[in-house]
């Protein structure tokens, strides 16, 4: 595509330079410069609304730069601003899963939350407002330290008025247009609730009125006594005092009013703190060992039991290290069964180590995002995703790199087992696992949506959707040649929780503490849903052998159902 950049000259943007499509255009990208183009030029950013945008003084929020034209009609057709590599969207942070997997405290999400308040003050500050403000227009770097704006040019100046917002953000107390800095502090706290307690401040059970947009007009909030919200959500008494008070002024009492300052602490984010059974119900919990902090991460493996902590590695119930690196992932060699350690340095390369006894393992490997996944070691480096494989040779261990797939750099995504990309649009899925390379199959629902958590297992690919405010979750079952799909809409969480075990059986944790198992082979329907409270509190499940395992605070588990 050809465009030309006011004050500059002639470009042309690549399919590999390609992004992602929203729903006013397509984004590129070429070094930290991201251009966007519109759908319909006629609803393109024009200078004076350019000029107005540029009031805003904060170099977080990331408005347009430079007009780009057309090279034949010199009409506005988009224009350039910052980009962000590998950033990951606001929304994906309300997965627990995510949260869980890249070790972030409350702690952090406090500080994100006082980042976010920032963007907000500086854009009323610069004498617009944010209008839209929802979880999907502001992304966060790999480092989850600070929270940046995007889809700046739908903000509402002084001279043009926004002209959309979804509908889980707007503030039912505005009539028409007249939108203020009050009620984008309306949409703040929406974001800010679900984000510390795991649920939509207007969902939860009601007892006659259903639906979001229904309780909002009537003001019935997760404050109003009839209603009831997941027990898998974080316990509203843990909220910061101040936060409390500014949710229930908000919601409860209908005020608008600017949030206050945060307060902070270093609990890990996952489900209530409190004390639960061991037994309840139809699922029962065994203790397997405890550790001596909060387990931050159990590793699907087929024989051990491996996890680790904030600082130190776990095999089979026995403390073998400190982790070298905050961020370090672990993997069992092959044979020998020695704990690796595996992170990324501040510039991209590729540390590894072998734990008992400490021993650098060499490589001049280099990349942007590295994940394990049953017992497997994967690195996305540029438009490569390679499988570290790791081979004992006596005393020592040596490190190969293998091709599982060719991906396009920014509109490709790493989960749990499956990388996604989004190709001028169309969704392709990367199943990885595969001793030949990964599988490439092309996932039609998921076109033109964007995705915010994601796991792939032994036959069975779960995503979920964010969709004008609502999040969806897709349950696709891959066989050799055929392949099934259950849709769910408008779910609480965007968390992907489930393991499926070597019997052919998937167990998949839901909204409202719901387990469900199903058979993995496509086509069956069979399934058993169990209502229990037994995992109240608990961290993603893993997967060791044939047993189901999980993890409350420091003690780890392993799951029974009657």
């Known amino acids: 595509m050809q465009v030309f950049i006011r004050g500059v000259g002639p470009t042309r943007l690549e399919q ?73 969207s606001l929304g994906q942070l ?89 009620s984008d502090w309306f949409s703040f706290a929406v974001l800010a609730f679900q984000w510390l307690v795991g649920v939509h401040p207007y969902k939860g059970k009601h007892p006659s009125v259903l639906g979001l947009e229904k309780r909002m007009a009537a003001g019935i909030s997760v404050f109003c006594p009839e209603v009831t919200i997941p027990k898998s959500c974080r316990a509203m008494s843990d909220l910061p005092p101040s936060y409390r008070g500014f949710f229930e002024a908000v919601f409860r009492d209908g005020k608008r009013l600017a949030p206050p300052a945060v307060e902070c602490d270093g609990t890990v984010i996952q489900g209530p703190p409190v004390a639960r059974p061991m037994r309840a119900g139809e699922i029962q919990l065994h203790e397997i060992c405890t550790t001596a902090s909060d387990v931050r991460h159990l590793y699907d493996e087929e024989a051990s039991l491996l996890l680790r902590t904030k600082t130190s590695a776990y095999l089979d119930g026995t403390r073998r290290a400190s982790l070298p690196s905050p961020g370090a992932e672990l993997v069992l060699t092959p044979k020998m069964l020695r704990p690796v350690a595996a992170w990324l340095r501040a510039d991209g390369g590729l540390q590894l180590e072998i734990l008992t006894p400490r021993t650098r393992i060499e490589t001049a490997l280099s990349g942007e995002q590295l994940l394990v996944h049953a017992g497997r070691l994967y690195l996305r480096s540029g438009d490569r995703l390679l499988e570290i494989e790791l081979h004992d040779v006596g005393p020592i261990v040596i490190a190969a790199a293998r091709l599982q797939a060719r991906i396009r750099p920014h509109a490709s995504k790493l989960f749990p087992g499956v990388v996604l990309q989004s190709l001028l ?37 779960v995503a979920v959707s964010h969709d004008h405010g609502r999040y969806d979750r897709y349950t696709y079952r891959l066989g050799d040649g055929e392949q099934d799909l259950q849709i769910e809409r408008d779910i609480d969480s965007p968390t992907v929780d489930f393991v499926c075990l070597p019997a052919g059986v998937c167990v998949c944790r839901k909204d409202n503490d719901r387990i469900e198992l199903f058979q993995v082979r496509p086509g069956k329907s069979k399934r058993r849903i169990i209502e229990d409270a037994a995992l109240h509190g608990t961290t993603t499940l893993a997967r060791r052998g044939s047993q189901v395992v999980v993890a409350r605070g420091e003690t780890v588990l392993h799951m029974t159902m009657s």
């Open 94 to 182: 309300y997965s627990t899963a995510l949260c869980q997997r890249h070790g972030v405290t409350r702690r952090q999400i406090l500080g994100l939350l006082d980042s976010l308040r920032q963007r907000v003050e500086s854009v009323h500050a610069g004498g617009a407002l944010v209008v839209d403000l929802n979880e999907m227009n502001f992304i966060l770097p790999p480092s989850l330290d600070e929270v940046f704006a995007i889809d700046t040019d739908s903000y509402q100046t002084a001279s043009f008025p926004a002209v959309a917002i979804a509908a889980n953000v707007r503030d039912p107390l505005v009539e028409g247009r007249g939108f203020t800095a009050n």
């Open 16 to 88: 590999s330079e390609f992004v992602a499509r929203g729903g006013q255009g397509s984004v590129y990208a070429r070094g930290d410069v991201a251009f966007k183009i519109y759908d319909d030029p006629r609803g393109a950013l024009s200078s004076s609304k350019l000029a107005e945008l540029a009031q805003i003084e904060d170099d977080k929020v990331l408005t347009p730069d430079t007009l780009l034209l057309d090279p034949a009609s010199r009409r506005a057709v988009g224009y350039t601003m910052r980009f962000l590599p590998n950033a990951f």
């Open 425 to 461: 649009g169309s969704c392709y899925a990367s199943l990885l696992g595969a001793e030949r390379g990964a599988r490439q199959l092309h996932l039609r629902q998921l076109d033109g949506l964007r995705v915010v958590d994601a796991k792939y297992d032994r036959g069975v690919l």
